[in-house]
């Protein structure tokens, strides 16, 4: 699974505009990025009466859209997912998570401070990754103004991204099932045999595969 970093803070704190930022800057450096934003009160994405909303309101449980170049599907859930469960459907082919939101999550968290807004962070110090702040703070954790994505990126890319090893993920029916290292192991040596003794398989990155069961 990539790893998941939660940009969090109030309201209007800048974390939008940071996340846009850390974007670029770590897709420049060769990244595959995927974006989750949490919104707590839901939202309506489709307009009302076009083809998407009715397919999906009839009771598809997936409608999706697709051109050329863009791929929008819309998926009913059952409850409100963890980041860890949504990368199933968002981030699995990339090598970084970004998540707007999700307070209550146990990921790793960059704060968004104004001091306008206060001073006091709102995430568990064990939790804190780095703050973005426009004042300093009385905290023992990496502190960044606004301007200084590039060095952002270079925390997380040293904490995260440089050096991964080989990984396999186990969703069973949508939901995560974290392996011991044996079984980890197992699983990644059995897909990677299967894989590179086929023929029209050269180099790879990334295997998807999707098991149904009759019942």
């Known amino acids: 699974m990539p790893p998941i970093i939660s940009v969090v803070g109030k309201s209007d704190s800048g974390k939008t505009t940071l996340l846009e930022a850390l974007i670029k800057v770590l897709k420049q450096r060769g990244y595959r990025i995927a974006v989750i934003k949490h919104a707590v009160d839901g939202f309506e994405f489709d307009t009302p009466n076009k083809d998407s909303q009715r397919l999906s309101q009839v009771g598809s449980e997936v409608a999706a859209i697709s051109s050329k170049d863009t791929l929008v599907i819309f998926r009913h859930l059952e409850n409100d997912m963890d980041p860890q469960e949504l990368v199933q459907y968002t981030g699995a082919n990339c090598d970084l ?22 001073s006091k962070p709102v995430s568990p110090p064990e939790q804190l990754l780095a703050m973005v702040t426009d004042k300093p703070l009385d905290i023992n954790v990496p502190q960044f103004a606004k301007e200084e994505v590039a060095e952002i990126a270079d925390l997380i890319e040293q904490k995260y991204l440089v050096g991964e090893e080989d990984g396999v993920d186990l969703y069973i029916d949508g939901t995560y099932v974290p392996l ?16 590179s003794g086929l023929k029209e398989i050269h180099r790879w ?3 998807s595969i999707f098991m149904r069961r009759k019942s």
Do not use: M, W
Request: cysteine-free; proline content about 5%.
């Open 205 to 207: 990155r990334r295997l």
């Open 97 to 118: 998570v970004l998540t707007e939101g999700f307070k209550r999550s146990p990921y790793p968290k960059i704060e968004v401070i104004r001091s306008e807004q206060g």
């Open 180 to 195: 011991d290292k044996a079984g980890r192991n197992l699983l990644l040596r059995t897909l990677v045999a299967i894989v």
